[in-house]
């Protein structure tokens, strides 16, 4: 099955640095690559994806690159802000039909912007 | 905060003890899903189910099981057959109009007394 590696366990920066998380996975069919993230007590929110057809996307002060050559993908945050804090989570998929998409996660990244 | 309701929040189970974790959602989704989530272990998917009566193991199903008897309902049993079910539980659904796009509830913390 899918293995996704996910770097760093925890990140630590500055309010306006930016944040980078890197994910690998193993399986080079998948083909589907979302970003979710987790704040303190809440539950897992979608914050950008990726698909294998494409290799940057951009959504304001976050941005997602892929490169499926390396069967790697990254997640950037520019001009971080305390706000930003939050446990942040990679997954892979590949599409198995009808209205069913099976996510393999990474363990997740505790990102902490410090004021 | 409506859409997928899991209940209750806080849940203790007893040595030996079957307990269920309830998910309803009113979104018209046709996939849902059961994650568990321990600290520094991401989620890991318990079982999902595509379609009414249909349901399928994931990566940990070993002391757990499920039923889909109605669409908008996914209830997850940790049976006495799991050694660890301390854990935190999140449902999660998707739907066609959606995608691959996971909404998930707010969780249920089981705990064992």
């Given at each position: 099955g899918e293995n996704v590696e996910q770097h760093p366990s925890t990140l630590s920066v500055q309010e306006g640095d930016s944040a980078v998380i890197k994910c690998t996975y193993s399986d080079s069919a998948s083909n589907y690559f979302p970003w979710y993230k987790q704040e303190l007590g809440k539950r897992p929110q979608l914050?950008?994806?990726?698909?294998?057809n494409v290799g940057e996307k951009k959504d304001q002060r976050i941005a997602v690159t892929l490169n499926k050559t390396a069967k790697h993908f990254s997640l950037h945050i520019t001009e971080t802000q305390p706000e930003d804090s939050a446990v942040y989570f990679?997954?892979?998929?590949k599409y198995s039909g009808g209205s069913n998409y099976k996510l393999t996660f990474g363990k997740g990244t505790l990102l902490t912007v410090n004021p | 905060d409506g859409g997928i309701t899991q209940s209750p929040k806080y849940l203790f189970r007893k040595e030996g003890q079957n307990v269920t974790l309830s998910c309803e959602q009113?979104?018209?989704h046709d996939a849902m899903y059961w994650y568990r989530q321990d600290p520094g272990q991401g989620l890991r998917l318990i079982y999902y189910?595509?379609?009414v009566n249909d349901f399928q193991k994931g990566d940990i199903a070993e002391g757990y099981s499920v039923s889909r008897?109605?669409?908008e309902s996914f209830p997850l049993t940790v049976t006495s057959a799991q050694k660890n079910p301390t854990a935190f539980y999140l449902c999660a659904s998707t739907g066609f109009a959606t995608n691959e796009k996971l909404f998930f509830g707010s969780g249920t913390q089981l705990s064992v007394l």
């Amino acid at each position: 099955g899918e293995n996704v590696e996910q770097h760093p366990s925890t990140l630590s920066v500055q309010e306006g640095d930016s944040a980078v998380i890197k994910c690998t996975y193993s399986d080079s069919a998948s083909n589907y690559f979302p970003w979710y993230k987790q704040e303190l007590g809440k539950r897992p929110q979608l914050i950008i994806d990726i698909r294998s057809n494409v290799g940057e996307k951009k959504d304001q002060r976050i941005a997602v690159t892929l490169n499926k050559t390396a069967k790697h993908f990254s997640l950037h945050i520019t001009e971080t802000q305390p706000e930003d804090s939050a446990v942040y989570f990679c997954a892979a998929s590949k599409y198995s039909g009808g209205s069913n998409y099976k996510l393999t996660f990474g363990k997740g990244t505790l990102l902490t912007v410090n004021p | 905060d409506g859409g997928i309701t899991q209940s209750p929040k806080y849940l203790f189970r007893k040595e030996g003890q079957n307990v269920t974790l309830s998910c309803e959602q009113n979104l018209n989704h046709d996939a849902m899903y059961w994650y568990r989530q321990d600290p520094g272990q991401g989620l890991r998917l318990i079982y999902y189910s595509q379609i009414v009566n249909d349901f399928q193991k994931g990566d940990i199903a070993e002391g757990y099981s499920v039923s889909r008897e109605k669409k908008e309902s996914f209830p997850l049993t940790v049976t006495s057959a799991q050694k660890n079910p301390t854990a935190f539980y999140l449902c999660a659904s998707t739907g066609f109009a959606t995608n691959e796009k996971l909404f998930f509830g707010s969780g249920t913390q089981l705990s064992v007394l």
